[in-house]
């Protein structure tokens, strides 16, 4: 990469993600990515799919610099990832953890939502309305006085996202977002995921929900990707499920 | 669970110090520490003695200096007070290299300098060569009250529960961009250490109905039956105070 | 930093370490003998659990005031948390398993480190918390300012029984006074962050699981979580730590690092006698007082009857609820 | 319930689990059950399912004592739920929490498998023979030596599993056993859980699962069962799961 392209200011069009050559070992010496590369235009939304093990959480993390990669470059909207650039980035990349519990840590939904764009300066009535906004688009606002712990798991993965969603983030990257959710739960998820305007990398096994709401699916097994291309195309091949573990449900499934 | 069996200043090794039982390790490095501790600072004599009979403890130990040097960081607070006091207290001078300072400084300092550095590093060495559940059981051989010891144990176990639920929460609020400079940042910091609480204990309860669902009592099952330790052990273990204990003696005769 | 903390072999001399030795293993048996009557299945996993939470907040430091950090001592907490004696336990497993586990802290300093760290903070910050407690509402916020104010008290004990042992036992030349002053002067600015960091847990055990707070008895539950009025609680507990740091110790924190500053403070010292083993306790007094020798013993008389105040009301409460607590049905298990 | 049917001694005739009226609180005053009865024979296997916050969870944690109930009763394989017979309704009852690292907790998986019998006195080859029997059962016996935190979540569900069956229990409760889990450990988990010879109740979202594995079903909801019949009858029925946040994904739901 270039000296030319290292552009640390963000640029509207350049693609949301992309991952170039990855590669990341952790401390006790397993090796979870072998080079993974992957490109998330704006605007898009993609799945990432594999088996348990296979390294996603591991990737999902390295986007917004919670792990820091042995080699590879990662850009967010146009700006390489560095020690420099790590809280411009952490700014642009909106995390959603796979247990809501970990992302939620204050006493109140309103605390915790605005904790964030407080971090980046924000106060008074300009973090008010983030809050409210991001209470909003997630149809939480009456929640907003609730200790986020007493909430119900649907709940709590609302005010996961709005926490990240007032951060007015690039990408949001969503690890297992329905995990734990009832089958309503789940589906008023899909559409708020559905309406939100944003690029959005979703780690998950739930290959139905990757059917109805990713029109792109990347396949990743042992650290690197093995398929990417249109989840219609790709969640068909039962070979290659079967190959990494993945199966559509019964009913499902082609006949 | 189960990783807090290893902890970082633990050093996977076979060593005939490693294979001691607990118990006897751990009144060996007691006494060793007594012996050093009520040591008069001006009996030089003792503490060489008592440094190299540890120096040699640690190579049967087959555990590195270089692993133990920088773990002895727990007393350099008081290291940093040690070396003030020849400069700043009063009293008679004797020149060092020309620089005028206080006899009574110098010998305060290396008395608590050496007595914390040989304490230090002994009971590193215990911990570099026992596990601290098997600590645990060690002084419970040592018929330290149950109760104590029952609290100990569910705190080691509980400490990586708590571990994993501040770096999940450390994790949480770094994604956001926290990074307290202030005090006033601190707000989110208690309320966010209020929930940990709340949500280690509920982990922890909940860590706590699975032994009971299994039929936990209070006390741990035995799993692996546990070997008495041996004249043998007692008389190896004893070395390392024994020698000391030489060493004290031979200060006193050496400087009266 | 806390000298007062997980002080390493031969600090104070042996005497003092065999003197608080004795005091800290009573006050533990009594402790054990106190508590046994409320131990259930699930109050030894709750100390489980408390323990090792004190012993992972000691291992995080806060910021103080410019650039000085300290960290939690916990005692107050765990009194608050689960009542003075299976308080005092925790801490006490916690100092314990810190020397023989983690080689933090002397072994042979036990004696002086428990009594400071573990007897002293939670006799004292419990005695403190139910004087406090009577003068405040039986709110939620009550008992949240209750635990702020014992958290604050029992950093300032624990600095004064250490100066009390450094007077009877210091291991080198260093007067009293100077040791009293440097000790309280940093740790009030200390035990404003234990205050801090004790009330914000405290009010978030409360506000979810208030029956986990046996501090909390007899509150008004329905009076709503407690409400701190952020600016001004912060603001006076800055104001009271202050006036006593200026007014009993005259003593400013301009150095960087709460420790070296104490270092520092207690380095400047004059010359005393060889402590060595079997000297008496009385003849350490006497070397140790030098300076202004009638400042030294009346603040040493006054940080002594404090502290033995506050002991004495912390074990008298203790051995009263344990009275109380006997008598009281047992709570469903749930 | 009267003296003479409270008999201590256990009744293989007897049903594995029967629950009457069963009514509970939590300590901050939260009613999570409103009065339940459920039945489960020797060797069926039943799906409990229902919204997020129904009170699944509370209700299969009522089953081996963990939860006490302001009132009603609990019989196990015939043995009613009493102090004097806690021990003894926990040796029959084998809970799987949720979370498989709230139930490993110790540092192989040997002596995690073995914790349960040697609480009830098992020693030396009795202990051993038990302990292998649970860890072929399940298919882990080559994970004997790892640390169970160590392993693959698929892989540490069934280790959970084996670490209540090697107490033999009569009545095996699951609590979501299949969350997070990638399909085909999923898949496997089934064919397991198909194969054991215990009667299962078995608390999960996972309809397609439930449609699968367990002939009857039962639907709570706010602390009350609302439907408890057939799987196949009540899971097509689009009206009651819709009343109760469930649906079967897009293609196994009726057209
Ligand atoms: N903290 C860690 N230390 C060491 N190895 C780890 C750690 N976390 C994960 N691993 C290993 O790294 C690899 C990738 O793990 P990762 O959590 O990214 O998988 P995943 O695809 O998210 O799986 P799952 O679907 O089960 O969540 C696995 O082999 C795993 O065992
Ligand atoms: N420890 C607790 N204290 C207070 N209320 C609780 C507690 N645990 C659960 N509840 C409440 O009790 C009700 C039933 O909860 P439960 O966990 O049994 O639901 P569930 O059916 O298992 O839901 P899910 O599908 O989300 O796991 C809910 O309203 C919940 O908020
Ligand atoms: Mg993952
Ligand atoms: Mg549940």
Same mark, same amino acid.
């Given at each position: 990469?270039?000296?030319?392209?290292?552009?640390?200011?963000?640029?509207?069009?350049?693609?949301?993600?992309?991952?170039?050559?990855?590669?990341?070992?952790? !401390?006790? +010496?397993?090796?979870?990515?072998?080079?993974?590369?992957?490109?998330?235009?704006?605007?898009?939304?993609?799945?990432?799919?594999?088996?348990?093990?296979?390294?996603?959480?591991?990737?999902?993390?390295?986007?917004?610099?919670?792990?820091?990669?042995?080699?590879?470059?990662?850009?967010?909207?146009?700006?390489?990832?560095?020690?420099?650039?790590?809280?411009?980035?952490?700014?642009?990349?909106?995390?959603?953890?796979?247990?809501?519990?970990?992302?939620?840590?204050?006493?109140?939904?309103?605390?915790?939502?605005?904790?964030? !764009?407080?971090?980046?300066?924000?106060?008074?009535?300009?973090?008010?309305?983030?809050?409210?906004?991001?209470?909003?688009?997630?149809?939480?606002?009456?929640?907003?006085?609730?200790?986020?712990?007493?909430?119900?798991?649907?709940?709590?993965?609302?005010?996961?996202?709005?926490?990240?969603?007032?951060?007015?983030?690039?990408?949001?990257?969503?690890?297992?977002?329905?995990?734990?959710?009832?089958?309503?739960?789940?589906?008023?998820?899909?559409?708020?995921?559905?309406?939100?305007?944003?690029?959005?990398? %979703?780690?998950?096994?739930?290959?139905?929900?990757?059917?109805?709401?990713?029109?792109?699916?990347?396949?990743?097994?042992?650290?690197?990707?093995?398929?990417?291309?249109?989840?219609?195309?790709?969640?068909?091949?039962?070979?290659?499920?079967?190959?990494?573990?993945?199966?559509?449900?019964?009913?499902?499934?082609?006949? | 669970?189960?990783?807090?069996?290893?902890?970082?200043?633990?050093?996977?090794?076979?060593?005939?110090?490693?294979?001691?039982?607990?118990?006897?390790?751990?009144?060996?490095?007691?006494?060793?520490?007594?012996?050093?501790?009520?040591?008069?600072?001006?009996?030089?004599?003792?503490?060489?003695?008592?440094?190299?009979?540890?120096?040699?403890?640690?190579?049967?130990? *087959?555990?590195?200096?270089?692993?133990?040097?920088?773990?002895?960081?727990?007393?350099?607070?008081?290291?940093?007070?040690?070396?003030?006091? !020849?400069?700043?207290?009063?009293?008679?001078?004797?020149?060092?290299?020309?620089?005028?300072?206080?006899?009574?400084?110098?010998?305060?300092?290396?008395?608590?300098?050496?007595?914390?550095?040989?304490?230090?590093?002994?009971?590193?060495?215990?911990?570099?060569?026992?596990?601290?559940?098997?600590?645990?059981?060690?002084?419970?051989?040592?018929?330290?009250?149950?109760?104590?010891?029952?609290?100990?144990?569910?705190?080691?176990?509980?400490?990586?529960?708590?571990?994993?639920?501040?770096?999940?929460?450390?994790?949480?609020?770094?994604?956001?961009?926290?990074?307290?400079?202030?005090?006033?940042?601190?707000?989110?910091?208690?309320?966010?250490?209020?929930?940990?609480?709340?949500?280690?204990?509920?982990?922890?309860?909940?860590?706590?109905?699975?032994?009971?669902?299994?039929?936990?009592?209070?006390?741990?099952?035995?799993?692996?039956?546990? *070997?008495?330790?041996?004249?043998?052990?007692?008389?190896?273990?004893?070395?390392?105070?024994?020698?000391?204990?030489?060493?004290?003696?031979?200060?006193?005769?050496?400087?009266? | 930093?806390?000298?007062?903390?997980?002080?390493?072999?031969?600090?104070?001399?042996?005497?003092?370490? %065999?003197?608080?030795?004795?005091?800290?293993?009573?006050?533990?048996?009594?402790?054990?003998?106190?508590?046994?009557?409320?131990?259930?299945?699930?109050?030894?996993?709750?100390?489980?659990?408390?323990?090792?939470?004190?012993?992972?907040?000691?291992?995080?430091?806060?910021?103080?005031?410019?650039?000085?950090?300290?960290?939690?001592?916990?005692?107050?907490?765990?009194?608050?948390?689960?009542?003075?004696?299976?308080?005092?336990?925790?801490?006490?497993?916690?100092?314990?398993?810190?020397?023989?586990?983690?080689?933090?802290?002397?072994?042979?300093?036990?004696?002086?480190?428990?009594?400071?760290?573990?007897?002293?903070?939670?006799?004292?910050?419990?005695?403190?918390?139910?004087?406090?407690?009577?003068?405040?509402?039986?709110?939620?916020? +009550?008992?949240?300012?209750?635990?702020?104010?014992?958290?604050?008290?029992?950093?300032?004990?624990?600095?004064?029984?250490?100066?009390?042992?450094?007077?009877?036992?210091?291991?080198?030349?260093?007067?009293?006074?100077?040791?009293?002053?440097?000790?309280? +002067?940093?740790?009030?600015?200390?035990?404003?962050?234990?205050?801090?960091?004790?009330?914000?847990?405290?009010?978030?055990?409360?506000?979810?699981?208030?029956?986990?707070?046996?501090?909390?008895?007899?509150?008004?539950?329905?009076?709503?979580?407690?409400?701190? !009025?952020?600016? *001004?609680?912060?603001?006076?507990?800055?104001?009271?730590?202050?006036?006593?740091?200026?007014?009993?110790?005259?003593?400013?924190?301009?150095?960087?690092?709460?420790?070296?500053?104490?270092?520092?403070?207690?380095?400047?010292?004059?010359?005393?006698?060889?402590?060595?083993?079997?000297?008496?306790?009385?003849?350490?007094?006497?070397?140790?007082?030098?300076?202004?020798?009638?400042?030294?013993?009346?603040?040493?008389?006054?940080?002594?009857?404090?502290?033995?105040?506050?002991?004495?009301?912390?074990?008298?409460?203790?051995?009263?609820?344990?009275?109380?607590?006997?008598?009281?049905?047992?709570?469903?298990?749930?």
């Amino acid at each position: 990469m270039t000296a030319a392209e290292d552009d640390a200011s963000p640029d509207p069009q350049a693609p949301a993600l992309e991952v170039a050559d990855l590669r990341f070992d952790y !401390p006790d +010496g397993t090796t979870a990515l072998h080079g993974i590369d992957l490109r998330v235009a704006a605007g898009e939304r993609v799945a990432l799919v594999g088996p348990n093990g296979a390294g996603k959480t591991t990737l999902a993390l390295h986007t917004n610099g919670l792990l820091r990669a042995a080699s590879g470059t990662i850009r967010v909207a146009g700006v390489t990832l560095a020690d420099a650039t790590l809280r411009e980035i952490r700014d642009r990349v909106g995390f959603v953890f796979q247990d809501a519990e970990d992302q939620l840590f204050l006493s109140t939904v309103r605390d915790d939502v605005a904790f964030g !764009p407080a971090n980046h300066g924000l106060r008074g009535t300009e973090l008010d309305a983030r809050v409210d906004a991001a209470l909003a688009a997630l149809e939480v606002t009456h929640l907003a006085d609730r200790a986020p712990h007493h909430l119900s798991g649907g709940e709590q993965r609302r005010v996961a996202i709005a926490t990240v969603l007032a951060m007015r983030p690039d990408l949001l990257v969503l690890d297992e977002p329905t995990a734990g959710l009832d089958p309503a739960s789940r589906r008023e998820l899909m559409t708020t995921l559905a309406g939100l305007d944003v690029a959005q990398l %979703i780690v998950t096994h739930d290959l139905p929900m990757v059917l109805e709401l990713c029109p792109r699916t990347v396949l990743v097994d042992g650290g690197r990707v093995v398929a990417d291309g249109p989840s219609d195309l790709l969640l068909r091949d039962a070979d290659l499920l079967t190959a990494h573990r993945l199966e559509l449900p019964y009913g499902l499934a082609p006949r | 669970m189960g990783a807090g069996h290893t902890h970082p200043l633990y050093v996977h090794e076979h060593s005939p110090v490693h294979h001691l039982p607990a118990h006897v390790k751990l009144v060996a490095t007691f006494t060793f520490t007594v012996v050093v501790a009520t040591a008069p600072r001006e009996h030089v004599v003792t503490f060489v003695v008592a440094a190299l009979t540890l120096l040699a403890a640690i190579r049967v130990a *087959r555990v590195r200096l270089r692993f133990l040097l920088p773990r002895l960081a727990v007393v350099t607070p008081f290291l940093i007070g040690a070396l003030l006091l !020849p400069f700043v207290a009063s009293g008679p001078r004797v020149d060092v290299l020309g620089i005028p300072l206080a006899e009574e400084g110098l010998w305060g300092g290396f008395g608590i300098a050496v007595r914390a550095v040989l304490g230090a590093t002994a009971s590193l060495l215990l911990v570099a060569t026992t596990e601290v559940p098997d600590l645990l059981r060690g002084l419970e051989r040592l018929r330290a009250p149950r109760l104590l010891t029952q609290i100990a144990a569910f705190m080691v176990r509980y400490l990586e529960v708590i571990v994993g639920e501040v770096s999940r929460q450390r994790r949480a609020m770094t994604a956001r961009g926290y990074d307290p400079r202030w005090l006033w940042q601190l707000r989110p910091l208690t309320a966010g250490l209020g929930v940990l609480f709340v949500r280690s204990y509920e982990r922890g309860e909940r860590v706590h109905a699975a032994m009971r669902a299994r039929g936990f009592d209070g006390t741990m099952p035995v799993l692996t039956e546990e *070997r008495p330790a041996g004249v043998r052990a007692w008389r190896l273990a004893l070395v390392l105070p024994a020698l000391a204990g030489l060493g004290r003696i031979a200060g006193l005769l050496v400087h009266g | 930093m806390l000298l007062a903390m997980h002080a390493p072999d031969g600090f104070l001399t042996a005497p003092t370490a %065999i003197a608080t030795g004795v005091l800290s293993a009573g006050a533990m048996a009594a402790a054990i003998r106190a508590s046994r009557p409320e131990l259930d299945d699930d109050r030894i996993p709750l100390a489980g659990v408390t323990a090792a939470f004190v012993f992972a907040a000691q291992m995080v430091n806060f910021p103080v005031a410019a650039g000085t950090t300290g960290h939690l001592m916990g005692g107050a907490l765990a009194a608050v948390l689960l009542g003075p004696s299976l308080g005092l336990l925790v801490v006490a497993v916690v100092v314990i398993v810190q020397a023989i586990g983690f080689a933090d802290g002397g072994l042979t300093a036990l004696g002086y480190n428990v009594f400071n760290m573990a007897v002293v903070t939670a006799l004292g910050g419990w005695a403190v918390f139910r004087g406090a407690r009577r003068l405040l509402p039986a709110t939620p916020t +009550g008992v949240t300012l209750g635990a702020f104010v014992a958290a604050v008290a029992s950093v300032v004990l624990s600095a004064l029984a250490f100066s009390l042992q450094w007077l009877f036992g210091a291991s080198a030349a260093v007067p009293f006074d100077t040791v009293l002053t440097a000790m309280l +002067g940093v740790h009030t600015l200390i035990g404003l962050g234990e205050g801090l960091i004790t009330a914000g847990v405290v009010a978030a055990v409360l506000a979810v699981r208030p029956d986990l707070v046996r501090g909390a008895d007899g509150i008004d539950r329905a009076a709503g979580p407690a409400r701190l !009025p952020r600016a *001004r609680f912060v603001l006076a507990g800055v104001v009271a730590s202050l006036i006593v740091a200026v007014g009993v110790a005259q003593f400013a924190v301009d150095n960087p690092d709460g420790l070296e500053r104490v270092a520092e403070d207690t380095g400047f010292s004059e010359v005393a006698e060889d402590h060595a083993l079997g000297s008496s306790i009385f003849a350490d007094y006497a070397t140790a007082g030098v300076g202004d020798e009638t400042v030294s013993l009346a603040i040493a008389g006054a940080a002594g009857t404090l502290v033995t105040l506050a002991l004495g009301t912390g074990l008298l409460l203790l051995v009263r609820d344990r009275r109380r607590g006997s008598d009281a049905s047992t709570a469903p298990t749930a």
